[in-house]
């Protein structure tokens, strides 16, 4: 049989892989707080209500015209070119990439003072009104007809915004 002698020892100090796994812990408790708190703030903001979808002008006696009005049927287009003295019709389809990164722009045309009152913005989608876009002989997305006294005076193709604005002034100058 042995006998065991005690000895005393000197402790050692820990391994820093003991040391980095312990922080590595501590790292992964808080991250895990951090992502639990973001998820309780995404939940709040949830639960928080909607904005409204038309801003409130204050301070304006007239409201806003910064709108480009869709037409649905082919009686709304001849309406909107016979009663405003100048019309840009945007010719746009749904599925068309160019159409939809220019629309923005149009909008943001339609309120500038430049523009504002001057000039009635209307767009149809050329797959809904086929008559309409026959009539006008559109040959591709998107096209510009502009309109003076209900006479087409130009005509522009493509998604190009300066030349848009050159247009734009053209027709109400």
């Known amino acids: 049989m042995r006998t065991l002698i005690h000895t005393p020892t000197i402790t050692k100090p820990r391994s820093p ?3 980095i796994c312990r922080l590595v812990r501590l ?5 895990s707080v951090m992502s639990s708190a973001r998820f309780v703030r995404s939940l709040a903001s949830a639960t928080r209500p909607a904005r409204p979808l038309a801003s409130v002008r204050a301070f304006h006696s ?3 015209i910064r709108i480009v009005h869709e037409v649905k049927s082919a009686e709304e287009f001849q309406q909107a070119v016979s009663h405003n003295p100048k019309v840009i019709v945007d ?3 749904e599925w068309c990439g160019p159409c939809k990164a220019i629309a923005p722009i149009l909008a943001k045309h339609s309120d500038e003072a430049e523009f504002k009152d001057k000039v009635h913005f209307v767009k149809f989608d050329v797959d809904a009104l086929p008559a309409v876009t026959q009539a006008l002989g559109v040959r591709a ?3 510009f007809f502009f309109f003076k006294d209900g006479k087409k005076v130009d005509e522009m193709v493509g998604a190009n ?3 848009l ?3 734009l002034r053209k027709l109400v100058g």
Do not use: W
Request: glycine share 0%.
């Open 17 to 19: 892989s003991i040391a």
């Open 27 to 31: 790292f992964v408790r808080k991250a």
């Open 62 to 64: 007239t409201p806003s």
């Open 91 to 93: 010719c746009f389809a």
């Open 141 to 143: 997305m998107p096209t």
């Open 161 to 163: 915004p300066p030349a």
């Open 165 to 167: 604005v050159t247009a």
